[in-house]
């Protein structure tokens, strides 16, 4: 007997037939990429830093020449040259001379360290130091951050801002991405309308499909509205089927029963595969769902709160996992007002 209540088993059920990462990977500029899905794991291209390179401002030493430093015998530096933010390279120093540095200068490998400021005893062009110091001490070395080769970010991340200047400290400016599902969004019903059209008794305005056309496009996919789908069986079938050839899900909302009809149980039966028929739980009734091929089909109920909360449940995760995100089973937190119609 399965420890998951049933809501847990109609997901993963439905869920573990949804084909991860069956969308194709495309190519986006970096501007157009927050949101977006990345395909394949990213790899650094070079390191981060680029260079070895001060974290403070101060003078750069040969650290042997510290040791033994102390306020009863300071070590003693002669400035030499600068580097600042943007110098190509570092200039060469001797015994007893140091480089003025600044944060964010490139610096030179080998036992060395910057002095701050504050610790430096400076006449003119020449400092005192009053104790050692230790080898690279201060100084960020190249690639501390990200190595190249690296994996920076993870298939199947969603990019989010922090990621986008992770991406552009990298000098690269396009992501490859897995391409949007193409979901289209049918209503159902010879009473339903569209909810620009004027109020007529008996008559229900559509506005499951425009608040599911935004649910699908927050949950990263492309939304397309298939239009209202009166309840006559063939036409809806043949409808369902002929969409089928151009997108990748299909989301119906209403016509549960029609006329005592299993109405899209049906239909998701003649168009595919029917997996889920109902979800033995309060207003689980209208949660149909199927696959038509590597297509899933969600149906959810009439009434709006409860459409939302159906596509919640089982549409997004869907649209995440073709495009190849991991999928958590998402928990039944909204709550509806009183039993929605049936």
Known sequence: MSENSPLQDAQRLFLDSVPLRS?????????????????????????????????????????????????????????????APGDAECPSFGAGEAIEVQTGSILPDGQLAIVRMWEAKRDGDQFSISRPFPPRFFIEEQGCDIKQGDTVISAGSVIDALQIGA???????????????????????????????????G?????????????????????????????????????????????????????T??????????????VGELLVDGVPMRSGRPLIMGMAGN?????????????????????APAIAKLMGQAVDLPEDTQQSNGPPPQ
């Open 167 to 201: 991406i552009a400290s990298l000098g690269l400016g396009e992501v490859n991405v897995a391409r949007q599902p193409r979901v289209t969004v049918f209503a159902s019903g010879d009473e339903v309308i569209p909810y620009t059209a004027p109020a007529k008794p």
């Open 257 to 270: 029963a029609v006329g005592g009809r299993d109405f899209i149980s049906d239909l998701i039966s003649a």
């Open 295 to 315: 297509k899933p089909i969600v149906a959810v109920a009439g009434h709006p709160p409860e459409a939302l909360r159906g596509f919640s449940l089982f549409g």
């Open 23 to 83: 969308m194709a990977e495309e190519s986006v500029p970096l501007d157009n990429a927050l949101g977006r899905t990345l395909y394949a794991d990213l790899q650094a291209p070079e390191d981060s830093p680029p260079y070895n390179r001060a974290i403070v401002e101060g003078f750069i030493v040969n650290t042997a020449e510290t040791q033994g430093a102390s306020e009863e015998s300071p070590a003693s530096f002669k400035i030499v040259g600068s580097v």
């Open 203 to 255: 008559m229900i305005r559509d506005c499951n499909s425009p608040m599911l056309e935004a649910a699908v496009r927050a949950a990263g996919g492309e939304a397309v509205l298939g239009g209202i789908m009166g309840d006559d069986f063939d036409n809806f079938v043949t409808g369902v089927k002929n969409t089928l050839q151009e997108s990748d899900m299909i989301v119906i909302s209403g016509g």
